[in-house]
């Protein structure tokens, strides 16, 4: 028989559940994600560090757990909730079940709630700090131990997540009966990949796209980074709040008119905050793999993969950078460009780990800058 659990928000509200997974207690920001598929990967994506994940798609584990679909060495998630969670899986990739991976990395899951409801609190009164337990069910109890968790504003989670070393990447993108093997492609450009979180599918997709690709620590000086003498500059997803990374942005803001700069994700935010633009908190943020977003270079759109919390603030970047993508449900920024410099990036995910492909364009609209700038 399942043990029980329960997840206690920071607005009061309760949802009693079963326990999968490991047992004990979790806490932090509790958010949503509306993928249909993928949840190997997305509690593998170091961008979900520090946080509480929420499936809104109903039936959870039917895939199981493989060696192959990671996004990093491990799970960053503090805890995972479902409605229904799938103990019999049936792929032929399969190799454990998901409880058991959660159980081995020691990631508290609860299922069987209401996760409509759930989600509908955190659309209505945005994502907020939540707590787990299989052992504490005293309400009370539980909201002290809450009040003692810090919020996801002013918080560098990227400093917990990125690697200490330089390291170089060699796979490639998985093939069926072939996996990751890197095949002897060419490799024409030189990146150095700035590490706040990274996805090992983006790595993958920069050598697809005929890269030699080094990763180096978030906090890697810009001079440092030339000294590798490469032909681009690309800047990862991660956690967390981007303007605590002050480090990074510096690094960023003196790399600019060196060299060509794709970013990513929490990579766009700060290559915005080097710009001298704004970002700020959004409600509930964006997470999930069918976010509709519109090339306005092309007049494209795209559904896309994201995972992020924050955004830019259009009207506080500079008139020499303009806005390349937006997205078509809150029109948020989701793509920039600089009118002068050789430097594009966006929001959301285009190496689509979990998701659409429709983005992966991105990743030649590098090389081809790279290129021009030889």
Same mark, same amino acid.
């Given at each position: 028989?399942?043990k029980?659990?329960v997840?206690?928000?920071?607005?009061g509200?309760?949802?009693y559940?079963?326990?999968?997974?490991?047992?004990?207690?979790?806490?932090?920001?509790?958010?949503?994600?509306?993928?249909?598929?993928?949840y190997?990967?997305?509690?593998?994506?170091?961008?979900?560090?520090?946080?509480?994940?929420?499936?809104?798609?109903t039936?959870?584990?039917?895939?199981?757990?493989?060696?192959?679909d990671?996004?990093?060495?491990?799970?960053?998630?503090k805890?995972?909730?479902?409605?229904?969670?799938?103990?019999?899986?049936?792929?032929f990739?399969?190799?454990?079940?998901?409880?058991?991976?959660?159980?081995?990395?020691?990631i508290?899951?609860?299922?069987g709630?209401d996760?409509?409801a759930?989600?509908?609190?955190?659309?209505?009164?945005?994502?907020?700090?939540g707590?787990?337990?299989?052992?504490?069910?005293?309400?009370?109890?539980?909201?002290?131990?809450?009040s003692?968790?810090?919020?996801?504003?002013g918080?560098?989670?990227?400093?917990?997540?990125?690697?200490?070393?330089?390291?170089?990447?060699?796979?490639?993108?998985?093939?069926l009966?072939?996996?990751?093997?890197?095949?002897?492609?060419?490799?024409?450009?030189?990146?150095?990949?700035?590490?706040?979180?990274?996805?090992?599918?983006?790595l993958?997709?920069?050598?697809?796209?005929?890269?030699?690709?080094?990763v180096?620590?978030?906090a890697?000086?810009?001079?440092d980074?030339?000294?590798?003498?490469?032909?681009?500059?690309?800047?990862?997803?991660?956690?967390?709040?981007?303007?605590?990374?002050?480090?990074?942005i510096?690094?960023?803001?003196k790399?600019?008119e060196?060299?060509?700069?794709?970013?990513i994700? @929490?990579? &766009?935010?700060? +290559?915005? !905050?080097?710009?001298?633009?704004?970002?700020?908190k959004?409600?509930? %943020?964006?997470?999930? /793999?069918n976010?509709p977003?519109?090339?306005?270079?092309?007049?494209?759109?795209?559904?896309?993969?994201?995972?992020?919390?924050?955004?830019?603030?259009?009207?506080?970047?500079?008139?020499?950078?303009?806005?390349t993508?937006?997205?078509?449900?809150?029109?948020?920024v989701e793509? @920039?460009? &600089?009118?002068? +410099?050789? !430097?594009?990036?966006?929001?959301?995910?285009?190496?689509?780990?979990? %998701?659409?492909?429709? /983005?992966?364009?991105l990743f030649?609209?590098?090389?081809?800058?790279?290129?021009?700038?030889?």
């Amino acid at each position: 028989m399942a043990k029980k659990a329960v997840l206690l928000l920071k607005n009061g509200r309760v949802f009693y559940g079963e326990n999968f997974g490991a047992e004990g207690e979790t806490s932090g920001e509790v958010v949503f994600n509306t993928s249909m598929f993928g949840y190997q990967e997305i509690v593998t994506d170091p961008s979900y560090c520090g946080q509480i994940v929420t499936m809104t798609y109903t039936q959870i584990g039917n895939v199981g757990v493989n060696e192959e679909d990671v996004e990093s060495l491990k799970p960053w998630i503090k805890g995972f909730i479902v409605k229904e969670y799938f103990d019999y899986p049936s792929n032929f990739r399969c190799r454990e079940t998901f409880a058991s991976y959660l159980k081995k990395h020691r990631i508290v899951g609860i299922s069987g709630i209401d996760t409509r409801a759930l989600t509908k609190c955190l659309r209505d009164e945005g994502s907020q700090n939540g707590i787990i337990s299989t052992s504490d069910f005293e309400v009370e109890s539980l909201k002290l131990k809450l009040s003692a968790v810090p919020d996801m504003n002013g918080l560098d989670l990227v400093k917990d997540v990125s690697s200490d070393k330089v390291y170089g990447w060699k796979e490639r993108l998985w093939r069926l009966g072939v996996g990751y093997k890197d095949n002897n492609i060419e490799k024409r450009f030189n990146v150095a990949a700035y590490d706040y979180g990274i996805k090992y599918n983006i790595l993958r997709n920069l050598i697809d796209a005929g890269c030699n690709v080094t990763v180096v620590p978030a906090a890697y000086s810009a001079y440092d980074v030339l000294k590798l003498n490469p032909d681009g500059i690309f800047l990862s997803n991660g956690p967390g709040d981007p303007e605590p990374v002050s480090y990074a942005i510096e690094n960023i803001r003196k790399l600019l008119e060196k060299k060509p700069v794709f970013g990513i994700c @929490l990579g &766009h935010q700060l +290559l915005a !905050l080097a710009l001298g633009g704004k970002t700020y908190k959004l409600k509930f %943020g964006h997470r999930g /793999a069918n976010q509709p977003v519109m090339d306005l270079t092309t007049g494209k759109v795209e559904i896309t993969s994201q995972n992020h919390g924050f955004a830019v603030d259009l009207d506080s970047m500079p008139d020499d950078v303009e806005v390349t993508h937006i997205n078509l449900n809150d029109r948020t920024v989701e793509g @920039l460009r &600089h009118k002068k +410099l050789s !430097l594009f990036s966006v929001q959301y995910h285009p190496e689509a780990s979990p %998701g659409p492909h429709d /983005a992966s364009y991105l990743f030649k609209r590098f090389t081809d800058l790279m290129g021009e700038n030889r």
